[in-house]
């Protein structure tokens, strides 16, 4: 959960895949600004395979690709905005967005934080580090993960159920070491930047009520259109 804030409440499952879609979409169209070729792209191609593992139906996915790189329907402007503050109870929090118009993103951010504390630039931030992610499971019986992790340069590492890992990286290594991984007996299924704190909030600390209210609170930024992620100082 400290890491990226992912809903365990969806009542519409096609309404939060549709959502899903729309948000995976606007990653591919900006990251396609640099080119369309994933070969020579790697952002695009982080975005390419996060899509597919969330099974965007592949015409969604090839308009996202042609649009973010000019091919189709003019220039896209998204625009990068990170907001920082708190959740109810002082729980740290990062919100990611990507948006077409920064006041209505910005005023929307405003009225969800009433509910807790927004902040100014470096507020929280100073108390997470921006790290690359890569999620990936052991492609046959032998694969080490601490030698992995040595051999294909993360920079930390946590073993997971039934041999599943993540690795860390500087941000600049993501790629790769996402790359390297293969080599070493593991399959990468994702590869992302993320926010991951450094003394997050554990939930044994918080009651069953103020809990429900941080997850409340995390769950209606979520929602919002221009969200693209959540990172939250929380830890189990």
Known sequence: MGAQWKSKHKADAS????????????EVMVAARNGADPA??????MAIEASRKASMPKETLERAIKKGAGLLDGPVNYEHIVYEGFAPHQVPVIVECLTDNKNRSAQSIRVLFRKG???SSGSVSWDFKRLGQ???SPANADADIEMAAIEAGAQDFEAGEEGDAV????PTDLDLVAKALPEFGFTVS???LIYKPNNPVSMATLS???????????????DDDDVQHVYVGLAE
Do not use: C, W
């Open 15 to 26: 309404a939060a895949k549709g959502k899903l879609f729309t948000k995976l979409a606007k």
């Open 40 to 45: 020579m792209n790697s952002k695009l191609r």
């Open 117 to 119: 504390q927004l902040g």
């Open 134 to 136: 890569i999620d990936a």
């Open 167 to 170: 690795f860390y990286t500087e």
């Open 190 to 192: 994702a590869a992302k």
């Open 208 to 222: 069953a009520e103020a809990l429900a209210e941080v997850e409340h609170f995390l769950e209606a930024i979520e």
